[in-house]
Each structure stands twice: as C-alpha cells, then as structure tokens.
C-alpha cells in the first residue's frame, strides 16, 4: 500500500500541486485496480509533518457561510439508499456499547441524525449551522448553532461523549485539523469519532482538495486529519456504498480515541 498513499499526500517538503497529483494518480490508479476504502487505510506514509497549503481549504465562494446555508434545507444530502446504510452503521456501532446508552454528539448537524429510531441513546447534542433546521432534529436533546470554520472549538466539557459523528460534511472544514482535535477532546478514551463521506456536495463551498481528488482519496485525505489531529488510534475505513454505481457511493473513516497517550 505504499505506492497508493504517496499518490495521495505530498511530501513534507512540498507543496500540494493538483497537476503534480494528477499525474501520479493516473499512474499508480493504473496498476492498482482492485484497491479498496479499506486497504487505503491499513499501512498509510503519512508525511512528517501536516503536508497541506492554505490554498487547499480554499472555497470557490468564501463569502460568510451564513449567508449560504440561511435558508433551511429539509432534505437529505445523501440518496436513500445511503441514508438506510448509514443508519445501520450507527446501530452496530450503538449496540458495541452495550447495556450503556452512550452519549453522542453530532457535528455539522441538521434536521437529522440518521440515528436508529430504537437505538437507545444518552446524551444527545448537536452541532451545526442552521438552528431552524437543529429544531427539526427529533433525536437531539440539545443543540447549538455554530460555525465551526469560523470558530472550531466544541461547546462541550472534555471527555464528555462517547460517539462523534459527521454525515457528508467534512468536506466543507476550512480547518479540519482543529475540528478533529476538538473532536478528540470531548470524546472519552476509547469514544469512537465516525466520519461519513461521499461524492455529493456543494461544490463552491467545498474545499479545494475535496474538489481535486476523488473517493478513495477522500478516504486518504479524511484519515490524514485524524493522524495529525493526534490522540487517536490509527483510523480505518470501510466501504459501505449500497449499490455501488447505482446510487450514491458512501465510505466510513473512522478512529477511536486513544487511551494511552
């Protein structure tokens, strides 16, 4: 796996370069057919250090994300089908837990989760842009209304949640890194932090990199914040699209914090 995750990053030493990067991924995509969300993840080079430029959280439109995301969008931002799938991945994950209902909180939130309906939960915020649409979210017990490009910090004491979750929106963080270590800072050790990713979005709001890259990428790049955010386990992924060329793709980058720093 060596060869496909230097296709991805750069070195340390070099800024990001979209031509540069297009021309090594034809080249190692070309004997490396068969490479799966999974394998991207099992034995990842990162580069020493944080290997991306400001211009790769650029946006097309960087007028205030106030301004775009005003107006309530009661819809889903996935197909169907990937809603479905997503939910399921979120009732496995619910039922790890056991007899403790675990306390969870979800990050670039909306009018929904896309929790299981039964799944029996503790504590459950949210976060996210649009209040109106945080009212809508039946699951949550309390939210507040934050951009996290503006300002990253989580409103929440530390350790205080045992799940983490992200649908199709990470993407738009103009400062992952920061997201992820907040992230990292409200889990408990050992909380899992979920990030659901796929290849629908809004493209002036989507950063750079996003853009420029396609899905097995996408899994490269997610797993590279969680590594740099740091107190995480290594991150893993797996591929949950439903039918694949058929309806949306859908792939889970996933890490537990760690307990042993």
């Known amino acids: 796996m060596r ?45 020493e250090a944080w290997p991306y430029t400001a211009a790769d959280f650029k946006r097309q439109d960087e007028s205030p994300d106030d301004y775009f995301y005003d107006t309530p969008r009661l819809v889903y931002h996935i197909d169907e089908p990937c ?23 979800d990050i670039c939130s909306s009018w929904v989760s896309h929790y299981p309906k039964d799944a029996k939960l503790g504590n459950v915020c949210g976060v996210g842009m649009v209040a109106a649409e945080l009212k809508e979210n039946k699951r949550l017990n309390s939210f507040v209304a934050k ?44 909380g899992r932090a979920i990030m659901s990713i796929s290849n629908r979005c809004f493209p002036t709001k989507a950063v750079a990199i996003w853009l420029q890259t396609n899905d097995l990428e996408h899994v490269f ?14 991150p893993f992924a797996v591929d949950l699209s439903p039918n694949p060329g058929r309806s949306d793709p859908l792939f889970v980058v996933e890490a537990k914090k760690a307990t042993i720093f």
């Open 83 to 105: 809603v479905a799938a997503v939910t399921a991945h979120y009732a496995d994950v619910f039922k790890s837990f056991g007899d403790t209902p675990p306390d969870v909180l």
């Open 3 to 47: 060869a496909f995750s230097l296709l991805l990053l750069p070195t340390a030493s070099t800024a990001f370069s979209t031509s540069r990067f297009r021309y090594i991924a034809s080249r190692t995509l070309g004997v490396s057919r068969g490479v799966t969300a999974t394998d991207v993840l099992k034995a990842p080079q990162w580069p």
């Open 147 to 190: 951009d996290l490009n503006v300002d990253p910090t989580l409103p929440y004491e530390e350790a205080s949640f045992d799940v983490v979750t992200c649908v199709v929106s990470i993407d738009y963080m103009t400062n992952p890194r920061a997201v992820m270590e907040e992230v990292c800072r409200v889990l408990k050790p050992g």
């Open 221 to 234: 790049v997610v797993g590279s914040f969680f590594h740099y955010a740091g107190g995480f386990e290594p």
